[in-house]
């Protein structure tokens, strides 16, 4: 068996669904327009630049969830799948996520965003195992607006992804062949351990890096 391990975001979605769902939030006037977009839009560039701090960014997005109920936060986010997620799922990447499967392969998202945004994407994917930042919960089900754990950004993404093999009972050597498939420079540290490291509609800096290393490149939604 192979393992096949993709990015979310700009990767398998042309769309950054972290973003977008603040941009819904604003838009729907769920949050104050004026400050929640000039602070989404700031955290954006700066995970752009390579240079987001993963935790104040996760405390600024859950603690925007924990203003609401569970079963208004669901209602609002299948809202934001049927408005924002369904028209960009792309055939392309469903194709290739369908090759993996067909192949036998064990298949996983490994994004940054939170595991409420990615949870509803991963499962219209087809994806079963999902490996994303983890918001803490109360009895109810409510988001309380804080992590657990560490973020799964950069560094991160390794952390997570060999703890979640452990508790399969593998380790990432147990795989004949690894392949992680991104768009950003900000997943070099998992995908320069792996195998197979694929550039996935990369960004500047990834692309650079990836001709330099002999790394194969694909694009998923302009060919």
Same mark, same amino acid.
């Given at each position: 068996?192979?393992?096949?391990?993709?990015?979310?975001?700009?990767?398998?979605?042309?769309?950054?669904?972290?973003?977008?769902?603040?941009? *819904?939030?604003?838009? &729907?006037?769920?949050?104050?327009? +004026?400050?929640?977009?000039?602070?989404?839009?700031?955290?954006?560039?700066?995970?752009?630049?390579? &240079?987001?701090?993963? !935790?104040?960014?996760?405390?600024?997005?859950?603690?925007?969830? %924990?203003?609401?109920?569970?079963?208004?936060?669901?209602?609002? @986010?299948?809202?934001?799948? %049927?408005? +924002?997620?369904?028209?960009?799922?792309?055939?392309?990447?469903?194709?290739?996520?369908?090759?993996?499967?067909?192949?036998?392969?064990?298949?996983?998202?490994?994004?940054?965003?939170? @595991?409420? !945004?990615?949870?509803?994407?991963?499962? %219209?994917?087809?994806?079963?195992?999902? $490996? %994303?930042?983890?918001?803490?919960?109360?009895?109810?089900?409510?988001?309380?607006?804080?992590?657990?754990?560490?973020?799964?950004?950069?560094?991160?993404?390794? +952390? @997570?992804?060999?703890?979640?093999?452990?508790?399969?009972?593998?380790?990432?050597?147990? *795989?004949? &062949?690894?392949?992680?498939?991104?768009?950003?420079?900000?997943?070099?540290?998992?995908?320069?351990?792996?195998?197979?490291?694929?550039?996935?509609?990369?960004?500047?800096?990834?692309? &650079?890096h990836a001709a330099a290393n002999g790394w194969?490149? $694909?694009?998923?939604?302009?060919?």
């Open positions: 068996m192979n393992l096949a391990l993709f990015d979310l975001d700009h990767t398998l979605l042309p769309i950054d669904s972290d973003f977008e769902w603040g941009q *819904f939030l604003v838009r &729907t006037g769920a949050v104050d327009a +004026v400050e929640y977009d000039r602070r989404n839009k700031a955290f954006f560039a700066q995970y752009q630049a390579g &240079t987001l701090d993963p !935790v104040e960014y996760l405390e600024f997005t859950l603690g925007t969830l %924990a203003r609401f109920p569970r079963p208004q936060l669901d209602a609002m @986010h299948a809202q934001y799948m %049927a408005e +924002v997620v369904t028209p960009a799922l792309h055939p392309a990447a469903r194709a290739l996520l369908k090759k993996h499967a067909d192949a036998g392969d064990l298949v996983a998202i490994v994004t940054a965003t939170n @595991h409420f !945004v990615t949870a509803p994407i991963a499962r %219209a994917l087809g994806v079963e195992h999902l $490996i %994303a930042a983890m918001p803490e919960l109360d009895a109810d089900g409510n988001l309380t607006g804080k992590l657990l754990g560490t973020p799964t950004q950069g560094p991160g993404k390794i +952390v @997570h992804t060999k703890a979640w093999l452990e508790k399969m009972g593998k380790t990432l050597e147990d *795989f004949d &062949t690894v392949y992680f498939y991104s768009d950003s420079h900000n997943d070099l540290p998992l995908m320069s351990i792996v195998s197979h490291p694929v550039a996935t509609n990369p960004n500047e800096k990834l692309k &650079t194969p490149l $694909i694009d998923l939604f302009n060919d």
